[in-house]
């Protein structure tokens, strides 16, 4: 993730918001990416534990 150097003229730009939105969604879709692969090895690897 690049957080570089912040511009006020950015802010001030007609689309400021849907810029913002987009960058806070694209993180939130990546965290909830990182808990379902952790989950999804979690369930894997209590599978492969249980007994036959």
């Known amino acids: 993730m690049d957080r570089g150097l912040h ?3 950015d802010d001030l730009s007609e689309t400021w918001i849907e810029d913002w939105a ?3 969604l694209r993180e939130l879709e990546a ?3 990182k808990h379902a692969a952790f989950l999804g090895y979690l369930d ?3 599978t492969e ?3 036959t």
Do not use: K, N, W
């Open 7 to 9: 511009f006020i003229a």
């Open 22 to 24: 987009g960058v806070g």
């Open 31 to 33: 965290l909830l990416a």
């Open 44 to 46: 894997e690897r209590s």
């Open 49 to 51: 534990l249980e007994p």
